[in-house]
């Protein structure tokens, strides 16, 4: 299984990026799809996710409303567009699969393949 993230890289505040994770080898139909970010000398959290199969959304309070995930099952890709961007958003971007549907944002715990992350920096 492979996770493939690109789209990173420098954004000004208000700006936008939008982020792709392509899977390969993931039965991606029963996987929950999810993106965690991490900043340097914080824990990586779970600020979105796709669940499966009910597609159900959701998103952490900090990005509520600026950041919208999608998944597509003929590409096996997920997408997180970012709008908005505030300082506070750099970090790298990790994409996940969990399979089985979800209830909540997932924990790094619950995580059963990771990406190898993107880079996101924003400029004030």
């Known amino acids: 299984v492979q996770l493939v993230e690109s789209g990173g890289g420098l954004a000004r505040t208000g700006g936008s990026l939008k982020l792709s994770c392509v899977t390969s080898g993931l039965a991606f139909r029963d996987a929950s799809i999810a993106w965690f970010r991490q900043a340097p000398g914080k824990e990586r959290e779970g600020i979105s996710c796709?669940?499966?199969?009910?597609?159900?959304?959701y998103y952490a309070n900090s990005v509520k409303g600026r950041f919208f995930i999608s998944k597509d099952y003929g590409e096996e890709t997920s997408w997180l567009q970012m709008n908005n961007l505030k300082p506070e958003d750099a970090a790298v971007y990790y994409c996940a699969a969990i399979y089985g549907r979800q209830s909540r944002l997932p924990q790094a715990s619950e995580v059963h393949f990771w990406g190898k992350g993107t880079l996101v920096t924003v400029s004030s």
């Open positions: 796709v669940s499966a199969p009910d597609l159900i959304q």
